[in-house]
């Protein structure tokens, strides 16, 4: 069985300063996409996110980026100019890639994000 | 519009009530998957529908819950009694396609007094 591991329970940023959350992850598979989902307190969730394991080349979306370590089974969600809007709690999620196990996914134990005006 | 709707948004029962939790996605979806999240915990995995048949279900997933789509459109989670370790948020997530991301209803928050 997958699983995910997010080793930072709270971390703390500066406005205008970048932070990095960590994820890593446990998986026999080859094919497998990850996420990292936001949890605002509203508590809807928000993908923030998405890697195909295929991809080496990491993912961008405006001013969250990853860096995917395949080999590493690392995962890491860099948030750039950090806004007061950026806090949350951050979910890094795995889902298998196979159409047996479509669509069900594994989350890890999340990150509270506090942003510092 | 969001693509994944859930209702109701809040949901306050009596022990041993059932409750009947809804998501409609907004176009034709056919993967679903419910999940639960006790405040302050992990978001857990409960159940994954298919074709109208259920293709995966975790630990968690015991005889008191139930998931079906009457009417192919809604897609419900049934609590037969509720008990107070129930109370959680529960997430209906949705992909539009089997190599695409889920999208999350913006869940069912119930409360078991």
């Known amino acids: 069985a997958q699983t995910v591991t997010q080793s930072q329970p709270e971390m703390s940023v500066q406005e205008a300063e970048t932070v990095t959350l960590s994820c890593t992850y446990d998986t026999s598979e080859s094919d497998y996409y990850l996420f990292w989902y936001k949890q605002p307190p509203s508590r809807q969730m928000i993908l923030v996110i998405r890697?195909?394991?295929?991809?080496?080349q990491n993912a961008t979306e405006n001013r969250f980026s990853v860096n995917f370590q395949k080999a590493a089974k690392s995962f890491s969600l860099k948030i750039s100019d950090s806004q007061l809007g950026d806090a949350a709690m951050y979910f890094c999620?795995?889902?298998?890639?196979?159409?047996?196990?479509?669509?069900?996914?594994?989350f890890g134990d999340g990150t509270t994000l506090t942003v510092k005006p | 519009e969001p693509e994944v709707t859930q209702t109701p948004s809040h949901q306050v029962t009596q022990m041993g009530q059932e409750v009947i939790l809804r998501c409609v996605p907004i176009s034709n979806h056919l993967y679903f998957y419910w999940y639960r999240q006790i405040l302050g915990q992990k978001v857990e995995f409960l159940v994954s529908?298919?074709?109208?048949?259920?293709?995966?279900k975790s630990e968690i997933f015991d005889d008191q819950f139930s998931v079906e789509r009457p009417d192919g459109s809604n897609f419900t989670l049934k609590i037969r009694s509720t008990k107070l370790e129930d109370s959680a948020m529960y997430f209906c997530a949705s992909p539009r396609g089997l190599n695409t991301e889920a999208f999350f209803g913006q869940g069912t928050r119930l409360t078991v007094v």
């Open positions: 999620a795995y889902r298998s890639a196979r159409n047996t196990n479509a669509g069900k996914s594994t």
């Open positions: 529908f298919y074709n109208n048949e259920i293709s995966e």
């Open positions: 890697q195909e394991a295929y991809k080496q």
